[in-house]
Structures are given as C-alpha cells and as structure tokens.
C-alpha cells in the first residue's frame, strides 16, 4: 500500500522569476515523487501568493503546476486542496477541470484508521482580531463579487502588493500565533482526533499533544518541508 503526503505554503508568485523557476523544479519534482510512492495528497493552503478565479479566466504562470496535479488525478492520486488566505478565492477550476475538490473551511478525515483534523492556520492567533475582521471581509460574497468586476492586469498588482504590505508589516509582530495553533490543536485532540496538522506559519513543527501529535508543515520557500503517514505513523521530512 502506498502512502498519503501532506504539503503547504508553496506561495507560487512570491519570489523573483529565477526563485521562482528553482521553486517550481523542486515542487515538480516532489510531485513526481508522490505520483510514484503515493496514492493520496493534502495540499493545505496558499499554494499561490495570489489566487483569484474569475469565470472564465485564472492566473497565468501556473501552468506546469497545475498540469502536473491534473495528470496525477488522472493516474489515480486522489488530491484534496485546503484554501489558505492567500488562495480561498478559489471557485469551480480546480474540482471542474482538474478532478480536485476544494475546501474552504477546516475539515475532518479518517485515514486508514486514524482521526485527522486539517486547518490551513490563518485565524487562530491570539491577538489578531483584525485578521479575522479582514477575513469575514475578504470572503464576503459581495466583496468578492465587486472585486471581480475589475479588470484581471489591475486586480492581480493590487493584490500582489498588499500581500506584500502585509507580510512586511505583520512579519516582526507576535500575535500569539504558535501559541493560538497549539491551543486550538489540544482542543482537537481532546475531542478525539489523533492528528491536528496545518500550514500558514512557515515554520515546520511536530509535537506531541496528549494522546496525539500536532504538525506543521512549514513552507517551500525556506524549508521545503512535507508531511507522509504510512498508515501508522506520520512522519515531517524535508525535500532535498
């Protein structure tokens, strides 16, 4: 039997054309491996710095990526993509065309026997209500339905660069984050599951909670990290 994988925080679109091009050989590559070894896999959030789907148009220079998912689907890897709060503008693209549900709320699954919680991460920092302020905003479908009314070349710089504002402006802050996921992941486990695994804060982390484990899958832009369960135990590797 082969195994189920779990990766986050690529952030395609982030970084320099050349950082960027490095990043999209090392994930190509990471993905092959899962076509090979595995037969399932959990992308948990902000795959893309920027994701926004209009009806008929999607972001460019994602090609390779998403005909790489796309033909995995196709040889029988079941792929699952939690939105983060980089990429929960996701619509119809991924389940229409390439065969991958989308799910824009944390969710419960039971893998080969054992009790898994996923959450992407964003929102359970201790001292941010703004973020959840601007969360409830962001996903309004009012919002959402005004945005999109905007031309595609102005929305994509827009939001590139506020992304960028945020990250300058929240990166030297601590807002309880690591604190609010270990929190929200003893909770969880209490309740009954045996893994509480997400993405959102970068940093690679598996702990042991009680009677489960909290994991975080760290980020592809600084450690290239990622997660794989063989059915008994789950296991936080790095690809080199």
Known sequence: MKNIFFFSDVHFGLQTREQEKEKERRVLAFLSYVEEHGEELFILGDLFDYWFEYKSVVPRGYHHIL??????????????????NHDFWLRDFFPTELGIPVYKEPFAMTLRGKKFFFHHGDGLALHDTGYRILKKILRSKIN????????????APIAKGSSKTSREYTGTKDYGETD?????????????????????????????????????????????????????????KSWE
């Open 144 to 155: 959402i339905f005004l945005y999109s009314l905007l031309h595609p070349d102005w929305t």
């Open 180 to 236: 609010g996921m270990k929190l929200f992941a003893e909770k969880k486990i209490n309740e009954g599951f045996e893994v509480v695994m997400m993405g959102h804060r970068h940093h690679p982390a598996y702990e042991k909670i009680g009677s489960g484990i909290y994991v975080n899958l760290g980020d592809w832009i600084s450690f290239h990290t990622y997660a794989e369960f063989d059915g008994t135990t789950v296991v936080l």
């Open 67 to 84: 005909s790489k998912l796309g033909s995995m689907v196709e040889h029988g890897i079941k792929i699952h993509y939690a939105a983060g």
